[in-house]
């Protein structure tokens, strides 16, 4: 998901990416990480997001503006790896699933899923079986680390005011126990 490596973390989330799911602030862009059999399913959670996409795909300039973090100018990925994820996948994440609100009163800001739960969503919709690996929410211990890769911990996520992590947990451990999805990683 996002930019999380692959190579050198087989044990936390196997060989093979299938997918990659990703918006512009987390598109990812490490060439020694690139796998020509993956394909970039693109998550635009914002009109800003798709003109991102038009101007890296026909190699025009670039607008910076309107991102809440430096952006790429240029993909790693090939035109044909790359898929836009149909919206109504993110609806129903956030509003069937997590129940998030449909309508926040102003100046509270919209919560949306993660990439990671959009993903099962997609994974659900679409596959047999699911398993998952990487998944470390554990929002009782603010210490504990967001990812397998990286230092970033649950004290910061939890600071993160677009995402639910406390409720996407409950989404996983309730998935998980009705054998939904399968945790090879038996995190959370």
Known sequence: LNSGP?????????NKTTFRFSYPESVFSDHGQYDPNTTLVFVPFKALDLRWL?????KQKVSM????KKI?????YKNSQIRILKPSI???AAFELLKL?????WPKPPQYPTTGIIAITMALMMCDKVHIAGFKYDVYNPNS?????????MSTMKKMVY?????EQMFLKKLKSSNTIFDLTGEY
């Not at 503006?65 to 809440?68: E, H, L, V």
């Not at 609100?101 to 009163?105: C, F, K, M, R, S």
């Open 6 to 14: 692959v190579i050198g973390y087989e044990d936390d989330v196997g």
């Open 54 to 58: 038009k101007e890296v795909l026909l």
């Open 65 to 68: 503006r309107g991102f809440w």
């Open 72 to 76: 790429p100018v240029q993909l790693i």
């Open 90 to 92: 993110v609806q129903k």
């Open 101 to 105: 609100p449909t309508h926040v009163p």
């Open 145 to 153: 680390t967001l990812h397998y890769y990286g230092s970033e911990t």
């Open 163 to 167: 995402h639910n992590i406390t409720a």
